[in-house]
């Protein structure tokens, strides 16, 4: 069994092609059940279509983040071993929908996602809050998740040559979140409010379009990882700390391997490797992907957004019914 490497590139690319193909085919799959008020159905279809394309891929996988234990299947959950067994030793954190609640009532930004890097790089994150800050390329290295946020955005600022003023901050529309947009205002900047899916705000800090500065606040872990992941191939930076909320969730962070379960975790703690990639599909229409659909033709429309070291592509693509 081969690991992968840095000299490996074409190893990666081509096996984030084969995740790309993944994600397309978990979001088709979830596209019977937008706005169809049950979220247990479509998480089940986006799993059952996840699951059946990665054990076509030739690789040794592993589920690092998923979305829960083992007794909880038929989630893809976490210890749970994909792919045909031969090829590259991965570890995989993933999400076939990224916004179950989304899809069930037909609202924006539901994505299926995916981040994938070599074995044993990846931050094996309990299914518990994080706080998270996440900036662009521009910003990195000037982020520091022990001080306060008004602290970040002056160091922000600075670094992408901009007046406090200017700033854009992504923040989840969350009361435990009043404080984050307090010192946003009382900076003169503006906050920029999202319900659901953090993931996309973290990526959008690092494309230019988008116009989003920072991410901040407090959400699931195990989407702060798969951030992470997307980050560091974009050249961004990511910061975080896990909030165990009792002492059973405490034990459980060191039994994983985290020595300090309060402990702040920069982009290297969570994602110690550079051979990794991200590959995300919209389900349903947001900042960053539009959402699947049917074209007149009878065919499935997709958009997607895969990134590895130092590359990114939007896909768009049409696939028949042989596809899915």
Known sequence: ?????????????????????????????????????????????????????????????VIVIGEGEMDEAPMLYIGEKLGTGNGPQVDIAVDPVEGTTLVAKGQDNSLAVIAVSEQGTLLHAPDMY??????????????????????????????????????TVMIQDRPRHDYLMKQVFEVGAKVRLFSDVDITGAIATAIDELDVDILVGTGGAPEGVIAAVALKCLGGDFQGRLIPETEEESERCVKMGLADPHAALTMNDIVKSDDCFFAATGIT?????????KKENGKMATHSFVVTTGYSQFIEAQHDVLFI
Not at 14 to 23: H, M, Q, W
Not at 285 to 293: A, E, M, N, R, S
């Open 1 to 61: 069994m081969s690991r992968l490497n840095i000299e490996q590139k074409e190893c990666i690319q081509s096996l984030a092609d084969e995740f790309l193909t993944v994600a397309q085919k978990a979001a088709i799959g979830v596209y019977p059940w937008i706005g169809k008020g049950n979220k247990n159905e479509a998480d089940g279809a986006g799993t059952e279509a996840m699951r059946n394309e990665m054990n076509r891929i030739n690789m040794n996988a």
């Open 130 to 167: 994080m706080e998270k800050i996440a900036v662009g390329p521009r910003a990195r290295g000037r982020i520091d998740i022990n001080v306060s946020l008004t602290e970040n955005m002056q160091s922000v600022a600075k670094a992408l040559g901009k007046d406090t003023s200017e700033l």
């Open 285 to 293: 229409d947001g900042p960053l992907l539009k959402g699947v659909y």
